[in-house]
């Protein structure tokens, strides 16, 4: 069922992105940014749960949390880049930059959508998705023109996650069909946009922006980074130890 | 957590119309962190708020009392207000 | 004749404040008090932060999340209002790091399973919550304001770790057991939360008069216990402690003497996680050395090129 996958995807970004941001808790470079941090975790647990709630009405047969916690790692839809791990803070924050000038974006289009729900969902998840790069944005800058060390923290990090940009512009059968029927998102006409608000922070973060070389694909066919697995087997490993416990 | 980091007084008008509270502090090493970091703590980001950060050097005190600052989470999150919970019956003191 | 007229402040109830006078000893005193009341709530968050990954499901994750969040922005109000003593947050951490400082020792218990969620926001948090209540009055403002703000995010705190009690006391049998073993290990150290015996505690008398203290420790602790008591029997848990038993006379529970050994062994460093803890805190803050210096650098050439 198209839009049942189509929301999946969503979701999977939202659920798997907030699964790692939530893994900074206690961990931050100052008190404020743990708390800023978690913050983002839970606005995206909030959107994850908004679109898996709607996913959970049109399969009709399992409950949010269900497929949340009972899919395997090749039904997940969630784009690559939000299953990367956290790395150090250079690697995050440019993993939330560029996932969330896409997301911003995305969403924008997305509350022009037919469907009621997605819609609604979009508008409101416009909201939190805004401040999320404004803060990824204010330290780019911070972290791209400070010391040596931070540029080049920076650069590495720029130079790894670049190879997972291309996913997000992707279009398949699926999004056309959606997009098609003024429900979807057509992603390829998102990416100028994209390029204009990241060449502008590169730029004025004093890094280069990586060429376009070899880009990972697959998540729309549930195919992933071994990174994926490991994160699942933490996240559901309650509820399938436990299958007839309810918490 | 800083070597260097510059202490911001925060104070926070929580709905339009009414004036601005002060509220406490955070640690930022600029303005546009320190109003970033005062809206994650103090307002867990309430609609329609005001925040104003200024640097704590820049404060000139009477001898008065401090007046107090209360803060009103968002009505976003429910589950961070105790009536979300369903607490079985009977139950005392919680 | 400035500590007369301090000490006639005091027993008139009136706040100090940080521009008034104060003996050296009272000042210290707070510094030691509300530092390390901040830093048992950021040492606090790793015990729970243990379990967000893992959390069963997404109410519960976001719940928790939430609540580790809020102990944050407890341990910087209270930093913010310790700060007012003319000490820096970096002296704080640096005497937290060196062992000077001293955190709850409740933190250097290991959460082994899921139910330690609920044994932890319900005993630990619900201890914390008779403790900040009396602190409201204290004599300090910065500090008897901080405890206000703390006390109204608290409560749903203990409502989350006593609502996951009550769904796994009533769930499977497995469910049951995990919750009754979380009690087991986290009952007496929650008992120890209120510190040593009044008669043991030299700096009570002082904390006293300065009403820095307004309540006993053992009045919280009774407190505390005659009002948990009921809440394990209503969702049918049984509390470790068989001298436990409602003593008509005295209007209170009756219960069994505490491992003194363990608590003071605890107390100076010798608990199941005392290095854990520090080593993870000391890790993070020199992990971060890189991105709080980036940021110093970035905004003093922003003042450059401002000025």
Known sequence: MSLLKYTLRIADSSLILAQRTSGWCSKGPTLEEDIALSNIALDLFGQANGFLEYASKIDGTKTADQLAFNRNEREFFNLQITEQKNGNFADTIVRQFLFSTYNFLFYTALANSTDE???????????????????SKSWMLRLGDGTEESRNKMQTALQYFWQFTGELFEMDEIDMKMSKSGIGVENSLLKLHWDTIVNEVIEKSTLKRPKDEYMQTGSKKGLHTECLGHLLSEMQYLPRSYPNAKW | MSENTVVW?????????????????????????????ARDLYTRRNEGSCIWVVKAEYIVSSESE????????????MYRHPTFYTMPKGSKYI | MNEQKFQEKIDLERKIEPKDW???????????????????????MQPEGNW???????????????????????????????ETLGISRQELVQQLHEGKAKYSSIFNYPTLSWADMGAVGWLVD???????????????????????????????????????????????????????????????????????????????????????????????????????????????????????????????????????????SVVNGNGPCNIQRLDHHKKAHKEGEWVRNAATAYSKKQEKVNS
């Open chain 3, 52 to 82: 967000i990954s893992r959390a069963p499901s997404l109410r519960a994750k976001m719940i928790l999340l939430a609540k580790v969040q809020d102990e944050a922005g407890h341990g910087l109000y209270l930093y913010s209002a310790c």
């Open chain 1, 117 to 135: 729900t997605l819609s609604a969902l979009a508008n409101k998840s416009l909201k939190e998705v805004k401040y999320h790069l404004q803060h």
């Open chain 2, 66 to 77: 401090d007046g107090e600052a209360f803060f009103d989470p968002s009505n976003d999150k």
């Open chain 2, 9 to 37: 007084e925060v104070f926070i008008q929580s709905k339009n119309g009414l004036a601005h509270k002060h509220v406490g502090n955070v640690h930022a090493s600029d303005k546009e962190m320190a109003l970033q970091s």
């Open chain 3, 22 to 44: 104060m003996p050296d000893a009272y000042r210290k005193h707070l510094i030691r008090q509300i530092s390390q009341h901040a830093h048992s709530e950021i040492i606090g």
């Open chain 3, 126 to 264: 619900g201890a914390a919550i008779v403790n900040q209540v009396s602190l409201q009055r204290t004599s300090y403002g910065p500090y008897a304001r901080s405890m206000v703000k703390i006390c109204k995010e608290e409560s749903f705190h203990q409502r989350q770790g006593y609502e996951i009690m009550d769904e796994m006391a009533k769930g499977t049998p497995e469910q049951k057991e995990m919750a009754q073993d979380a009690l087991n290990r986290f009952w007496w150290p929650s008992i120890m939360m209120f510190g040593p015996q009044d008669s043991d505690s030299p700096r009570t008398e002082n904390s006293m008069k300065w009403k820095i203290k307004r309540q006993f420790n053992d009045e919280l602790r009774q407190k505390f216990i005659d009002q948990t008591v009921g809440q394990a029997e209503l969702i049918g848990l049984t509390i470790p402690d068989p001298n436990l038993k409602w003593n008509e006379e005295r209007g209170h529970y009756d219960f069994g003497e505490m491992d003194w050994d363990e608590f003071w």
